[in-house]
């Protein structure tokens, strides 16, 4: 099974910067996706990361120790309309070669003026 | 096109009505996805089909029947259904099994 950890709610203001790590537990990673879902919406592909270090795309960056089973999603320049719940999720392939992904529970980000 | 279309939107359904949700991509992809998300809890994978197969059924009730006519569609049979099977059902579709899953809108689905 798969045990995927990060904080339920965090708030951060606008224009700042904010960093919300996802922790997880799996017995064949293949990979570590971070989507942003807003309410009533399907979740949109944020970024994607296999091996270690830092992936850069604009204002989102999402960083993986796979030593460590850590990962983090780095926010800049917040703006109102980053306001959503950012999911991690992991894929994993032990056993029968399972590849659909295992989500965290979320973590809802509010922006504030 | 790059995207992942659903219909219906929204569908109402009795306990004893047979329906079927659809899920359409032209981007090329090879692997299909349903999940199933309950209000305020992240989605939830039910079946995988990679190239048309069905690979993965995450021990989903047999009252929900997926079916892939071809490498662009997938549908969910849906038939005798519980109260507790409201949700938003979601289809995605990926390269192939290693690609990153881009997801459709959804289909709000509440039974009666």
């Known amino acids: 099974g798969q045990n995927i950890d990060q904080p339920t709610e965090m708030t951060a203001t606008e224009g700042a910067i904010v960093q919300i790590n996802c922790t997880y537990q799996t017995s064949g990673f293949n990979g570590l996706f971070w989507y942003q879902q807003h309410a009533g919406e399907a979740p949109t592909f944020l970024s994607y990361n296999v091996l270690d270090g830092l992936e850069e795309k604009g204002r989102f960056s999402s960083f993986l120790s796979r030593s460590k089973g850590y990962s983090y999603l780095l926010l800049k320049e917040l703006q109102m309309k980053d306001s959503a719940s950012y999911l991690c999720a992991v894929r994993d392939q032990s056993g029968g070669g399972a590849d659909g992904l295992t989500f965290g529970k979320g973590t809802h980000l509010i922006i504030q003026p | 096109d790059t995207e992942v279309t659903q219909t219906p939107k929204h569908l109402v359904m009795g306990m004893t009505n047979k329906k079927s949700l659809k899920c359409e991509q032209h981007?090329?992809?090879?692997?299909m996805y349903w999940y199933k998300q309950k209000a305020k809890k992240p989605p939830e994978l039910m079946f995988v089909?990679?190239?048309?197969?069905?690979?993965i059924n995450e021990s989903v009730p047999s009252r929900f029947s997926p079916e892939c006519p071809n490498s662009s569609l997938l549908n969910l049979h849906l038939h005798a259904l519980q109260p507790e099977d409201s949700a938003l059902y979601l289809c995605a579709s990926s390269q192939d099994r290693s690609g990153e899953q881009f997801f459709g809108p959804g289909t709000r689905l509440t039974v009666l």
């Open positions: 981007m090329g992809h090879r692997a």
């Open positions: 089909y990679s190239y048309e197969k069905l690979s």
